[in-house]
């Protein structure tokens, strides 16, 4: 599984122009704005996510062992997304009871195989991705209606894709990270590392601004 990155080309020339359970002790998301374009982030379209994957030097991961891989395809990018902020890999508690089912958890030390697989599906007219967890075959959305300190966590339990299921992806090529706004809120998705018990590392759409690991990711192209 490789890590995606950029050699030699900049990025620039490859860009087209019912609550939850968590400790009531973390706080409750910033109020509902769009978040401004971070400095020295750029949005990716499908175009510039496809070359960077593809690239020779993209990063692998080793599959854990007796594991396979998820079936190669060209369209939509197949990605493992890992949390810098943890180092560990984002999972689908698809076995989770409701309403926690599908919840989107940064937990898996390595990659395993569809729980922490993805589709990550370009819309021309919206100029956004849906992402399609493999565990469960659904998109992701940002549970807006939750309450308080559960409010925008990250479920993959949408059969179809729409307002709540679509994420502007951006790319820091100095820093090697990616970010991920919601369309919904106009905000970043962040791993919540102060929550404890089953909803540690729970992923939610609910930072300003990429204001450091928490905002960050890393992908691994799966399709090869």
């Given amino acids: 599984m490789r890590r995606t990155t950029s050699v030699l080309l900049s990025l620039s020339a490859l860009l087209a122009a019912s609550a939850l359970t968590v400790p009531t002790a973390v706080a409750a998301p910033e109020a509902d704005r769009p978040a401004a374009v971070p400095a020295g982030w750029e949005a990716v379209d499908a175009t510039a996510l496809a070359r960077i994957t593809g690239e020779e ?15 190669a395809a060209p369209e939509p990018e197949l990605l493992a997304v890992q949390s810098v902020s943890n180092n560990r890999f ?36 919206t100029e956004t991705y849906a992402l399609r967890s493999l565990a469960n075959n659904r998109y992701v959305a ?43 809120n106009g905000l970043f998705v962040t791993t919540e590392n102060s929550y404890t018990g089953s909803l540690q590392y729970a992923l939610r759409a609910r930072s300003a601004e990429v204001s450091g690991s928490w905002e960050q990711f890393v992908l691994y192209d799966i399709g090869a």
């Fill in 142 to 184: 940002v549970e807006k209606n939750y309450t308080g300190s559960a409010q925008n966590v990250l479920r993959a339990r949408s059969t179809s894709a729409g307002g709540w299921e679509r994420f502007v992806l951006y790319y820091n090529e100095t820093l090697d990270r990616w970010a991920l706004q919601s369309t919904l």
């Fill in 57 to 71: 030097d993209a990063r692998r991961a080793p599959l854990a062992a007796g594991d396979a891989a998820a079936t």
């Fill in 90 to 125: 984002v999972a689908t508690e698809k076995n989770y009871a409701e309403p926690n089912t599908g919840v989107q958890r940064a937990r898996s030390t390595e990659f395993g195989g569809s729980w922490e697989s993805y589709a990550f599906e370009w819309d021309e007219t």
